[in-house]
């Protein structure tokens, strides 16, 4: 059932352009990801039906493709994984090169700012490299700190700290 569920929402997202453009993924590149939420959703889907045909019918050759299936999941698991530690160095880095791209956060679209200051508010956060610096001038409301173990105080102000500092 998941499985039809992800394939059916990826498959719709994919075909309709006004979801597409809603959600700005034409200029984003998320497509791609689009693509592979679409494939993860087939294979789930068919992985599911190999396990149901064969527990009811018990044919051990749809069981052991259901096995096989989910054996070759785990193994992908565990290499993403390895090389998501491998590579967190590096994924950091572009990360943070594309978060200084976007700075001052100010100068973004309203609707970007809407975003980030419901996900800043959310998340007892502000900014994304250097906390409220990120946004120049005109620090939001979203990043006025109420909790004192999150804040930095500056010129008797307290604002939340940067994503990064929080999680990277």
């Known amino acids: 059932v998941c499985g039809c569920i992800i394939l059916g929402v990826s498959i719709w997202i994919r075909v309709s352009k006004n979801v597409q453009q809603e959600l700005n993924m034409q200029t984003s590149g998320m497509l791609s990801a689009v ?70 956060l100010s100068s973004q679209p309203g609707d970007f700012q809407q975003s980030l200051g419901t996900v800043q508010k959310e998340n007892q956060c502000c900014g994304l490299v250097e906390g409220y610096k990120d946004w120049g001038n005109k620090v939001p409301s979203s990043c006025d700190c109420v909790t004192a173990d999150s804040c930095v105080t500056i010129g008797g102000k307290s604002y939340y700290k940067a994503v990064k500092e929080l999680y990277i």
């Open 35 to 104: 693509d592979l939420m679409i494939a993860v959703g087939a294979i789930i889907m068919v992985l599911g039906f190999f396990g149901c045909c064969g527990a009811i019918k018990e044919s051990r050759c749809l069981l052991l493709l259901f096995f096989i299936g989910l054996f070759l999941i785990l193994a992908l698991q565990i290499t993403a994984g390895v090389l998501g530690i491998v590579y967190k160095p590096k994924i950091e880095a572009q990360l943070t090169q594309t978060f200084k791209e976007l700075i001052p």
